[in-house]
Structures are given as structure tokens and as C-alpha cells.
């Protein structure tokens, strides 16, 4: 059974920073990409940021120098260091991780970017 598995979100004031992990397990591997994805009440799933196995990354026009996403192939685990945060980054954020096959999605973690 595979599972996708993210931690790390809260309630953040604008302008601070948060850390999100997510750890992939089960029969998934090898693992080709890794990525984060958010949701907005109202609005489409879109990109934030992903990573390929070698290491070459992509990331959404609107989180270009603020967000860094980084992977540890040896634990399968992705991390995305989101800073100088607004409230527009208010999402359910959402790791998924793809083997060349099959996309798998994690659960989703709440980002809440407020004063």
C-alpha cells in the first residue's frame, strides 16, 4: 500500500515562514518526481513546486523566490520552505509523487496565512 504523507502546516502571520514535509512509502518506488500542489476555496489545484529525481526543479510563477522545495532521495521525503508568506498562499497544500506510472496524492495539509 502506498502512502503520501504531508506534515507541517499551520496558521502563520504574513510575511513569516513555514515548513512543509512529505514522506512517501509502500510500493511506489523508484520515485521520479516529487511536487507540491495547492487548493484555494473556489479555485483550480495548481503548481507550487516540484522535483525530479535529479534534482532539477520547477516552480510556480507566483512563489518564484520565496518558496524552495528540497529532496532527500535516501528517506523519500520532499520539503518545501515557504517564506515571506501572504495571505494569498492560504491553500491546502498537497504532495504528490510520481513513479513514471502513477500519481499518488497525500491527504493535504492546511496553509492559513493571516494577521
Known amino acids: 500500500q502506498v502512502q503520501v504523507v504531508e506534515s507541517g502546516g499551520g496558521l502563520v502571520q504574513p510575511g513569516g515562514s513555514l515548513r512543509l514535509s512529505c514522506a512517501a512509502s509502500?510500493?511506489?518506488?523508484?520515485?521520479?518526481?516529487m511536487g507540491w500542489y495547492r487548493q484555494a476555496p473556489g479555485k483550480q489545484r495548481e503548481l507550487v513546486a516540484s522535483?525530479?529525481?535529479?534534482?532539477?526543479?520547477t516552480y510556480g510563477d507566483s512563489v518564484k523566490g520565496r518558496f524552495t522545495i528540497s529532496r532527500d532521495n535516501a528517506k523519500n521525503t520532499v520539503y518545501l520552505q515557504m517564506n515571506s508568506l501572504k495571505p494569498e498562499d492560504t491553500a491546502v497544500y498537497y504532495c504528490?509523487?510520481?513513479?513514471?506510472?502513477?500519481?499518488?496524492w497525500g491527504q493535504g495539509t492546511q496553509v492559513t496565512v493571516s494577521s
Open positions: 504528490k509523487a510520481n513513479n513514471h506510472r502513477v500519481d499518488y
Open positions: 509502500g510500493s511506489i518506488f523508484p520515485i521520479y518526481s
Open positions: 522535483i525530479i529525481s535529479g534534482g532539477s526543479t
